[in-house]
Nanobody, 127 residues
Framework: QVQLVESGGGLVQAGGSLRLSCAAS????????MGWFRQAPGKEREFVAA????????VYADSVKGRFTISRDNAKNTVYLQMNSLNAEDTAAYYC????????????????????WGKGTLVTVSS
């Protein structure tokens, strides 16, 4: 069973930065597409960013483009999300997701069908 463990969440002031990490237990992590999703209180889960197994094919949600950066280190079985210029609308639980198949299908950015998920890390941005 693949385990994904997020870390790095916390409380930050608007305009600040956080770096989320997601460590995978899977030896074949380098074959996994990885991504980040988030869910704010009372809202549906939404896509944030995705990266393919080799570190390319990067896609961002329009709401975070230019502020967030996804990256991965296959030697450390870890994917990262650098979040800059945070604002109150970024407050949410952030979830790491991974699959041997591409995370996104056409225009479907819902995350439905993704095989592996972490338990989430909470990011709170104070205004």
């Amino acid at each position: 069973q693949v385990q994904l463990v997020e870390s790095g969440g916390g409380l930050v002031q608007a305009g600040g930065s956080l770096r989320l990490s997601c460590a995978a237990s899977e030896r074949t992590f380098s074959t996994f597409a990885m991504g980040w999703f988030r869910q704010a209180p009372g809202k549906e889960r939404e896509f944030v960013a995705a990266i393919n197994s080799r570190g390319g094919g990067i896609v961002y949600a329009d709401s975070v483009k230019g502020r967030f950066t996804i990256s991965r280190d296959n030697a450390k079985n870890t994917v990262y999300l650098q979040m800059n210029s945070l604002n109150a609308e970024d407050t949410a639980a952030y979830y790491c997701a991974g699959d041997r198949r591409p995370l996104l299908s056409g225009t479907d950015y819902s995350g439905a069908g993704i095989a592996y998920w972490g338990k989430g890390t909470l990011v709170t941005v104070s205004s």
